[in-house]
């Protein structure tokens, strides 16, 4: 079974700017979350989507944003990109029914977005 | 905020020592996870264990989890150089229990000499 496959591996960019990530899920898996990840704050939680609904949500301002395709996919959009979004975006896909507790989490390599 | 708070920071040992990491948090949990990861990769599941579990095994992992004292711990035995990366704990502590939304730690910093 393929991993958790995340796009780009590495990107650059603007403040002011915007960006899209990818990622695609371990076949079957339903649930996708995200994750930023930086020396300061480690590893926060961004939100998480099961069956193209957000289910849980981070203490992060509006600009960033997600959303699940029916096949689960998933993208995150950060917009009017600040030098402080400068981390390692990593996605985590879970086979996760309703009810379905304490099921581990299968993370990408991630993308290194850069802002400067 | 950091739910989980591992310590030490950074441990250093020779390869064929144990290691023994320590993990506290702060609120009541649904189950803890302890997670490794490789510079600049992303995470991989070790261990989990459930709120009603005290001591788990995997291989050369051993987790104990004390829910009294809000603290678990990580021994991994016969360490190898191979063993050198991040180690996380991360806890899921959701009302509806779904693992969806985990509180990861700061990490801390194992290097296995040879």
């Known amino acids: 079974k393929a991993g958790v496959t995340q796009t780009p591996r590495y990107l650059i960019k603007t403040r002011g700017q915007q960006v899209t990530l990818s990622c695609s899920p371990i076949?079957?898996?339903?649930?996708v979350s995200w994750y930023q990840q930086t020396p300061g704050q480690g590893l926060q939680f961004l939100f998480e989507?099961?069956?193209?609904?957000?289910?849980n949500k981070g203490n992060f301002p509006g600009r960033f944003s997600g959303r699940q395709f029916s096949n689960s996919r998933s993208e995150m959009n950060v917009s009017t990109l600040e030098l402080g979004d400068s981390a390692l975006y990593l996605c985590?896909?879970?086979?996760?029914?309703?009810?379905?507790?304490?099921?581990?989490?299968?993370f990408g390599n991630g993308t290194r977005l850069t802002v400067t | 905020s950091q739910q989980g708070e591992e310590d030490p920071q950074a441990l250093s040992i020779q390869e064929g020592e144990n290691a023994t990491m320590n993990c506290s948090y702060k609120?009541?949990?649904?189950?803890l996870q302890w997670y490794r990861q490789n510079s600049g990769r992303g995470l991989v599941h070790l261990i989990l264990i459930r709120s009603n579990e005290r001591e788990k095994h995997s291989g050369r992992l051993r987790v104990t989890l004390d829910t009294s004292k809000k603290s678990s711990s990580l021994l991994i035995t016969a360490s190898r150089a191979a063993d050198t990366a991040s180690y996380f704990c991360a806890t899921d502590a959701t009302s509806t229990g779904a693992n969806s939304k985990l509180t990861f730690g700061k990490g801390i910093t194992l290097s296995v000499r040879p």
């Open positions: 609120t009541s949990i649904n189950n």
């Open positions: 989507y099961f069956s193209e609904t957000q289910r």
């Open positions: 985590a896909s879970s086979w996760m029914g309703q009810g379905e507790y304490n099921s581990p989490l299968h």
């Open positions: 076949s079957g898996h339903r649930s």
